[in-house]
């Protein structure tokens, strides 16, 4: 936003397609869309909203948001992904909550801090691994995270409120930001050592890592140019370390980058002793198909868009799972995917 003085009207965009902001690729037309680039942005944004009385939805990068097919008038969509700031602080990095998660893991594959790799690819923003305390095996959010920093939708006059680790409830998959109306705008993550940088160091690695136009939230693009900055780093004589290449093995042994969807649709329920991918196996649903969407061949606990999937394709596959499941095995199953 090149203005001096941005207005909501400026900085709001009118009927765009949702389908480019998730990586499911479905969504309707949306009647107002805003990308803020900072803080004061996002401030005038949620106070547009409130005066015209609209409904605020937010959203990263839409890597476990589902969309609908036909969005109310009335719902203002907005993401934090424009915004994107690093600072390193002693002892910590101050991260916006608009970064891409996996450009962490890059932070550490330049200065030797492993304790982010688990975010390698990874889809989507810190803002929203802190909001449902994101996980990779036996990884989360909440291991790195020292403070969250938030805005009170509803208050934003209030300004930032920092909420402690302590404060921050974390569970399997859960938190307090999903109890309350809180946007993440930012978090200190811990450095578990120096990364012997200087802080304009620090934003010129970040900086750098940003530069070549972030991807969009097309899955293929999104693999192909993160994986691809580990041949970069390579070149240049960083050490790539092997958990980064599992990740790559893994992801891509998962099909994660091959079509279109939010990567597991349901949390896996651990009183059942067995992840939700396996109990959809043994009830023989995987390549289960309604209009574009399938239950992936290759993981039962992933929906895939195979081609012209509407919302609807999808809320019918993830019914007939919770239905099966119940029948089977005695408990309705939670989507992890956040379904507008
Ligand atoms: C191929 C693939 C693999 C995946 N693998 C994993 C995995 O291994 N582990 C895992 O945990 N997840 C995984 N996911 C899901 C997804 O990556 C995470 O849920 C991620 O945290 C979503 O980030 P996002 O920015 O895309 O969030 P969005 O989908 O845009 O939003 C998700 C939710 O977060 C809220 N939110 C977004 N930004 C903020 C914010 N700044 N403050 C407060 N709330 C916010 C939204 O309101 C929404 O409710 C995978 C997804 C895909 C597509």
């Known amino acids: 936003m090149n203005s001096q003085n941005p207005t909501f009207d400026l900085l709001c965009r009118n009927h765009v397609g949702l389908d480019a902001f998730s990586t499911y690729e479905i969504g ?11 803080l004061e942005e996002l401030k005038i944004v949620l106070e547009g909203a409130k005066t015209k009385g609209l409904n605020p939805f937010l959203f990263g990068m839409g890597s476990n948001t589902l969309f609908p097919d036909r ?8 993401s934090l992904k424009e915004h994107i700031e690093f600072k390193l602080l002693p002892g910590r990095l101050f991260v916006s909550g608009g970064t ?13 801090i492993s304790s982010f790799d688990f975010m390698f690819l990874l889809p989507g923003t810190l803002g929203a691994g802190v909001y449902m305390n994101a996980k990779y095996f036996s990884h989360q959010v909440s291991d790195v995270l020292e403070t969250a920093y938030v805005i009170d939708k509803e208050h934003p006059e209030q300004g930032i409120i920092p909420v402690p680790l302590a404060g921050c409830e974390y569970g399997y998959k859960t938190s307090i930001f999903m109890r309350k109306p809180w946007i ?3 978090a200190d993550l811990k450095l578990p050592v120096d990364p012997k940088l200087t802080p304009d160091e620090t934003e010129a690695l970040f900086a750098k890592l940003q530069a070549k136009n972030l991807p969009s939230s097309m899955l293929p693009d999104y693999y192909r140019h993160y994986a691809g900055e580990l041949n970069i780093a390579a070149k240049q004589g960083f050490e790539v370390r092997q958990e980064l290449l599992d990740v790559i093995a893994d992801r891509g042994g998962k099909l994660h980058f091959d079509y279109p969807s939010c990567g597991s649709v349901f949390k896996n329920n651990y009183t059942i002793g067995e992840p939700m991918g396996k109990l959809v196996d043994r009830l023989g649903l995987r390549g289960t198909v309604r209009g574009g ?8 606990n992933i929906i895939q868009n195979r081609g012209g999937a509407k919302a609807s394709d999808v809320t019918d596959l993830v019914k007939l799972v919770q239905e099966k499941v119940e029948a089977e095995f005695g408990f309705v199953p939670e989507p992890e995917l956040v379904i507008v």
């Open 28 to 38: 309707g037309e949306a009647r107002h869309l805003a990308l803020p680039h900072t």
């Open 71 to 78: 969005p109310d008038e009335d719902m203002l969509f907005f």
């Open 100 to 112: 891409p998660m996996t450009l962490l893991a890059l932070f550490g594959l330049y200065t030797g």
């Open 184 to 186: 993440v705008v930012g």
């Open 293 to 300: 969407a399938m239950i992936s061949d290759h993981h039962g």
